[in-house]
């Protein structure tokens, strides 16, 4: 019965703890008296497959209802927020794109408005670059929005839209890969604009998407809107009504299917949301079945503002012209990633040492920033997401803290699941939609 | 806002000239210097052999850079600028903070505020607009009920508290541990931050979750990263960290740490002892 490799059971001031290890299910209930221990705390993840990463939930039972809940983070502390402080203020954002795995362009994005925010120099920044990072943005919200589509219907049980999810998904990751050179932790939208122009292979393949997904999303709801137990699991699930949602600081799709339309790209619009054609949706239910709702009818108002921005894309530049500022580097897109244009190099190894110098100063340097402090918002896949950047005037942010809609949202948790059965708690934290690389950092 | 280059400030200049000329082998332990500061404790606890060049990177937005790592390794006095790349004009917040007008809805809020809130005029230290935000700093004792007011007066309506994080100003600050609450009125569709600066000795602030549940995990999170001690907070420990971390790893003394990495026979040397250009 007892396996070395497991920790054995032990005696402790707060009762008998036990080591599960799956098929010893009989062991735990025979070491517990059922007429006094009514209640067993279960410990669950941090590894645990439906807990979206390696969130750990601690949940006191009473038979299968949860009596009391607590959600335990920072098994992915990264130290990001730290690190940023150690590279100058464009390398941050390869460091930031790593904390939302799901959602790399809105990490980059806030973090480069609010850089440009410091810099002064939001009205300097091309129409083409803002035009392109709506374009990405939305592209990325619909590819984040299908990765819970995928891994919720994995947790409730429905194995099919998991892969059909993925599959979509992988498709956007195409597009990404042509338009910057990776699939994910791109580092693509840069402070003063973006890395890499948009080719029009990327521009054509985004067009088919655009054919592509509604089909698709079609597809989805005939797999699960009418399905007895996609409707069962959801409906009534993880009920969060306005006021919880506003105290909790919850934001994103789960206060919208709350019934408040917030979305800051219509109440504080950045990047010229405003001048785009879409609708906010919402729904009044409040619950796991609502969430599923607002976040399909989300994904086609993103194809909405994508057709639109493809659209407006007219040639021009891509970075500010201040050369004081923008990378020097023309970037050449090559079968291994982004990497330095052999003409570029040509021209600062061979014929300009004027640019030569420019090149170092601004690689190895950086950029000056003005001291002072900014917080900047805007409307990720799961909520607000804000970067609060302080800098002190140098070439190195001197704080950069985010305010991760993950790591927020998640403290609503407990008052979804507690008193409810522990079925509803793998639904109602996958309705949250947390990614613990941005909740943990 | 007073807007000047840090080279016309006789003050700022005299005292980076201070200490530009120490000689470079102090930095050994350079937050000596100040017995305010809370250098007896490095890493707050953390057995370090010496602050590492880099630990203290640059300094905070009010004031000078004073670390030895803000000098960068090439011995430069000035900007060391030959480049004219360094043409970016560096402004300086005025500490005494801004002047009425503070223009848009910030007189709006602020009249609001006093209205609401009648002891307005000894909690706070003083108003700051920068960049289109207005940042209260408010005494850290009083921020709950300011908080309070800001979120139930009819005007202000502040419901949510969007942000909470910490700020490490070493150096420049005698209470160098500064908490930024960022609030937001969805009524009204405004901003505001809230700002409380402690020191190491005393960092107590009182917990704001009776009025913003939602900052629950942002104290703790701050607290973590800070050693900023929230008062009347329901579980004030460690969040991100693991519970018997020692040390709080977002303070300007902590070192980064890291080790150094071996490429093709060159050695190179973890971040924090990089060559700085600071």
Known sequence: MTNPSYAPERETSEGKVFTVTGGDWDTVVSGTDPVTDERIIVNMGPQHPSTHGVLRLILELEGETVREMRSVVGYLHTGIEKSLEYRNWVQGTTFVTRMDYLSPIFNETAYSLAVEKLLGIEDQITERATTIRVLMMELNRISSHLVWLATTGMELGAISIMLYGFREREYILEIFEMVTGLRMNMAYVRPGGVAQDVPDSAVKKIREFLIMMPKRLKEYEDLLSGQPIWTERTQGVAVLDVTACVALGVTGPVLRSAGLPWDLRKTEPYCGYETYDFDVPTSNDADVWGRYQVRLAEIRESLKIIEQALDRLRPGPIMVADKKIAWPAQLALGVDGLGNSLEHVAKIMGQSMESLIHHFKLVTEGFRVPPGQVYVAIEGPRGELGAHAVSDGGTRPYRVHFREPSFVNLQALPAMAEGGLIADVIAGGASLDPVMGGCDR | ?278
């Open chain 2, 1 to 278: 806002m007073v807007t000047t280059s840090p080279d016309k400030d006789p003050v700022t200049d005299a005292k980076q000239h201070a200490q530009r000329s120490e000689p470079a082998n102090e930095s050994a332990n350079p937050t000596n210097q100040d017995p305010q500061a809370p250098s007896a404790k490095p890493g707050g606890g953390v057995p370090v052999q010496a602050t590492p060049v880099g630990a203290t990177t640059g300094a905070p937005a009010e004031l000078p850079p004073s670390s030895v790592a803000g000098r960068g390794m090439f011995g430069i006095s000035g900007s060391g600028d030959t480049s004219g790349f360094g043409g970016l004009v560096r402004r300086r917040i005025g500490v005494g903070g801004t002047e009425r007008p503070y223009g848009g809805y910030f007189d709006e809020v602020y009249d609001a505020l006093d209205e609401a809130f009648p002891g307005l005029d000894e909690a706070i230290e003083k108003v700051i607009v920068d960049r289109g935000e207005l940042t209260l700093h408010i005494k850290a004792e009083r921020i709950v009920e300011v908080a309070k007011a800001m979120r139930d007066d009819e005007s202000l309506r502040f419901e949510l508290c969007s942000s909470v994080s910490g700020v490490d100003y070493l150096g420049s600050d005698e209470r160098r541990l500064h908490v930024a609450y960022h609030l937001t009125s969805m009524t009204y569709r405004r901003r505001v931050r809230l700002e409380v600066a402690v020191g190491t000795e005393n960092p107590h602030v009182p917990s704001v979750c009776s009025v913003y549940p939602t900052a629950d995990w942002q104290e703790r999170e701050t607290y973590d990263m800070f050693g900023i001690i929230f008062d009347g907070h329901p579980a004030l420990t460690r969040i991100l960290m693991p519970d018997d971390w020692e040390g709080y790893p977002q303070r300007k003394d902590y070192p980064l740490g890291g080790v150094p990495v071996e490429y093709k026979g060159a050695e190179i040397p973890p971040p924090d002892r990089r060559r700085s250009y600071q």
